[in-house]
């Protein structure tokens, strides 16, 4: 390969890549865009669900202590009623552990897998 088809191939590539930024620039607004409603949405969900799970439990769990109030089994089902948080409390770090996080900008990533693939081979 002469020198001066070298400098062609590195001025193609150079056009190439500057070509591409703005492309880029265009898709990451509109993946963070997305990502930020899809967020919001998720999390305005969870925030709901929690706080009205969070009061049904807590109102049963009134419930029930409130029925054992003058038996002999106050102090057991009290004990109970917080050992079963415990448990639920446990459960649900597993459950959140387990979880997969979510793919952001997973366009912009393949879009630029594309053009890194594309770039070697103008390279080779």
């Not at 799970?53 to 009290?78: K, N, Q």
């Amino acid at each position: 390969m002469s020198m001066r088809s070298k400098v062609t191939t590195w001025r193609n590539v150079g056009r190439f890549c500057v070509e591409r930024a703005t492309d880029y620039g265009e898709l990451l607004g509109v993946e963070l865009e997305e990502t930020k409603k899809c967020l919001v949405r998720e999390l305005s969900a969870l925030v709901a669900l929690a706080v009205a799970a969070l009061f049904t439990l807590s109102f049963a769990c009134i419930a029930i202590i409130a029925t054992a109030w003058r038996t002999p089994y106050f102090l057991p089902v009290v004990w109970g009623v917080a050992a079963l948080w415990l448990v639920v409390s446990v459960v649900s770090l597993l459950f959140v552990r387990a979880q997969k996080p979510g793919r952001s900008l997973h366009l912009l990533q393949g879009e630029l897998r594309s053009d890194l693939d594309t770039l070697k081979e103008a390279l080779k």
